[in-house]
């Protein structure tokens, strides 16, 4: 690839960091919140948040513990149209 192939650098920046973004996979991401308690989200490959815990925990090992539990159990969930 050339240096003269982009009409500047920002372009290229902007190009780099278009790509980083569609290379990205779905990832689980496990946090302290403002409260000071765990959670997890899941985040999808366009970076935007899909699924949450919807509540914190005191430990983070309850949290890991529900992340799992979901991880396990949404493999097999039905859809149930309301």
Not at 5 to 28: C, D, G, N, Q, W
Not at 44 to 65: F, H, L, M, R, V
Request: proline share 1%.
């Amino acid at each position: 690839m050339e240096d003269d192939e982009y009409e500047s650098e920002e372009e290229a920046k902007e190009k780099i960091i278009a790509l980083k973004r569609a290379r990205a996979e779905p990832k689980f991401e496990v946090y302290k919140d403002k409260a000071g308690e765990w959670r997890w989200r899941l985040r999808a490959s366009n970076g935007k948040i899909i699924a949450d815990s919807g509540e914190g925990y005191i430990n983070k090992q309850d949290c890991e513990y529900g992340l799992a539990l979901v991880k396990k159990e949404a493999q097999d969930a039905n859809i149930e149209y309301l």
